[in-house]
T-cell receptor, first 111, second 115 residues
Framework: SQQGEEDPQALSIQEGENATMNCSYKTSINNLQWYRQNSGRGLVHLILIRSNEREKHSGRLRVTLDTSKKSSSLLITASRAADTASYFCATDEPSNYQLIWGAGTKLIIKP | NAGVMQNPRHLVRRRGQEARLRCSPMKGHSHVYWYRQLPEEGLKFMVYLQKENIIDESGMPKERFSAEFPKEGPSILRIQQVVRGDSAAYFC?????????????FGSGTQLSVL
């Protein structure tokens, strides 16, 4: 079953602008992860945020988690052309070995 | 320190043939996951293996698909008698401890095309 769902499905912005992507999920989680996938490549881990954390930063990335709304957001500040990729959230399913993946947000940064 | 290695990068098979996809996890990782991805979609879990053991194969079709992770050598995802619907990108990921609290390291994938 699909747990994480990203919104929007696609986002196109100018270089230098900020990009915000959202992820919603259905059941309780222990943690939520964000990954990036460049076209035709494997996924690269960006950030893991635990259920007892509200915000986490890594360079130009900022992730928030609202467990009451069962949602997370990924903010990329001062976007660059190299940020063009698909971004996926993944949630753990308690008592399971799997990560559950959303369909992703396709981000295009226009120069 | 090589990352997760998958081969081949591209694999073309005719309907009815067998496809073998290989995955060598990162050094020190004994947990391997296989995922399938269709264009413009997210990852679909197939199987989770530890060395010599299948831990969870709930996402893998019961017919034609099998996976192994032997004591020596890479993990193999095998698809027998391929059909057009098997065309997809297959990704392998590895982790050191098999916990969903740790990040996964992905290979570059194998793009399977069935003619």
């Amino acid at each position: 079953s699909q747990q994480g769902e990203e919104d929007p499905q696609a986002l196109s912005i100018q270089e230098g602008e900020n990009a915000t992507m959202n992820c919603s999920y259905k059941t309780s989680i222990n943690n939520l992860q964000w990954y990036r996938q460049n076209s035709g490549r494997g996924l690269v881990h960006l950030i893991l945020i635990r259920s007892n954390e509200r915000e986490k930063h890594s360079g130009r990335l900022r992730v928030t988690l609202d467990t009451s709304k069962k949602s997370s957001s990924l903010l990329i500040t001062a976007s660059r052309a190299a940020d063009t990729a698909s971004y996926f959230c993944a949630t753990d399913e308690p008592s399971n070995y799997q990560l559950i993946w959303g369909a992703g947000t396709k981000l295009i940064i226009k120069p | 320190n090589a990352g997760v290695m998958q081969n081949p990068r591209h694999l073309v098979r005719r309907r009815g043939q067998e496809a073998r996809l290989r995955c060598s996890p990162m050094k020190g990782h004994s947990h391997v996951y296989w995922y399938r991805q269709l264009p413009e979609e997210g990852l679909k879990f197939m199987v989770y293996l530890q060395k010599e053991n299948i831990i969870d194969e709930s996402g893998m079709p019961k017919e034609r698909f099998s996976a192994e992770f032997p004591k020596e050598g890479p993990s193999i995802l095998r698809i027998q008698q391929v059909v057009r619907g098997d065309s997809a990108a297959y990704f392998c990921a590895s982790s050191p401890q098999g916990s969903t609290n740790e990040k996964l390291f992905f290979g570059s994938g194998t793009q399977l095309s069935v003619l």
